[in-house]
C-alpha cells in the first residue's frame, strides 16, 4: 500500500520559516495530485495548497504569497515562510489519483507559531 508521512513541523516564532515535507512509500507523486491541508482545534480542516502531477498549483487565500508547494519523486514539500499564530495546526499531505481510486493520508506534522 502506498503510505505518505509527514515531517518538518515544529515551534516558530512569528515570522519564522518551516518547510514540511511529505514522503511517499512510492514513487508516486510524478502521476498523483498531492494536497496539504491543515486542521487547528476547533476549526475545519483547511486545504491549504495543492499540486498536480503537471505542477500546476494553487493555493489558500490565507497562504497565497508565503507557502510554497514542489514536489520531486516521492517527496512533496511545502515552503512556509512568514508564519504567524493562525497558522498554527496540524498539517496533513494528502494524494489524490481519481482514476485509480487512490487516496492516501499521512499522519500528520504539527505546526506551531508562536513568540
Known amino acids: 500500500q502506498v503510505q505518505l508521512v509527514e515531517s518538518g513541523g515544529g515551534l516558530v516564532q512569528p515570522g519564522g520559516s518551516l518547510r514540511l515535507s511529505c514522503v511517499g512509500s512510492?514513487?508516486?507523486?510524478?502521476?498523483?495530485?498531492v494536497n496539504w491541508y491543515r486542521q487547528a482545534p476547533g476549526k475545519q480542516r483547511e486545504l491549504v495548497a495543492y499540486?498536480?502531477?503537471?505542477?500546476w498549483t494553487n493555493y489558500a487565500k490565507s497562504v497565497q504569497g508565503r507557502f510554497f508547494i514542489s514536489r520531486d519523486k516521492n517527496s512533496v514539500f511545502l515552503r512556509m515562510n512568514n508564519l504567524q499564530p493562525e497558522d498554527t495546526a496540524v498539517y496533513y499531505c494528502?494524494?489524490?489519483?481519481?482514476?485509480?481510486?487512490?487516496?492516501?493520508w499521512g499522519q500528520g506534522t504539527q505546526v506551531t507559531v508562536s513568540a
Open positions: 494528502n494524494g489524490v489519483k481519481a482514476s485509480a481510486q487512490i487516496d492516501v
Open positions: 512510492e514513487d508516486i507523486f510524478s502521476t498523483y495530485t
Open positions: 499540486i498536480t502531477d503537471s505542477r
